[in-house]
């Protein structure tokens, strides 16, 4: 039996893998569960994606303002992936006409943190795609 960096067999290895894989089902299972039933109480929504790259002075993100205002007053909400560029304009809008801003924010390690337009009750975190 080969023994591997920190001591433990091949085998003891991948009964270890195998059991942090099993729990990573049931956290992904978790954020699916809490995901449905926190997006079962938003109102219809036009879901806008885009770059998260794009700058404030950008003419593609003032006109995702533009479009999420015009949307609003139509009676819809917007939902992003929540972080910034086209997401965070399109949120901006939203709350700008007085409608309800909703984000899906996925953590990343090093990369984008939920933009300021979202409303407190309506930003969603997770950990998986």
């Known amino acids: 039996m080969e023994n591997n960096n920190n001591g433990n067999?091949?085998?003891e290895q991948r009964l270890q893998n195998s059991q942090e894989d099993l729990w990573r089902?049931?956290?992904i299972m978790s954020e699916f569960v809490e995901g449905f039933?926190?997006?079962s109480k938003i109102k219809p929504s036009v879901l806008i994606f885009g770059s998260a790259r794009t700058k404030p002075?950008?003419?593609y993100y003032k006109l995702a303002i533009d479009v999420a205002k015009q949307l609003v007053k139509k009676g819809f909400g917007i939902t992003t992936g929540g972080g910034p560029g086209i997401?965070?304009?399109g949120n901006k809008g939203a709350m700008e006409a007085g409608g309800s801003?909703?984000?899906i924010n996925i953590e990343l390690p090093f990369?984008?943190?939920a933009n300021p337009y979202i409303d407190a009750d309506?930003?969603?975190n997770f950990r998986y795609f």
């Open 101 to 103: 801003s909703t984000g």
């Open 25 to 27: 089902i049931f956290r």
């Open 57 to 59: 002075d950008d003419k």
């Open 111 to 113: 990369e984008q943190s």
């Open 37 to 39: 039933e926190g997006m």
């Open 9 to 11: 067999s091949d085998i």
């Open 122 to 124: 309506k930003l969603f």
């Open 87 to 89: 997401m965070e304009a």
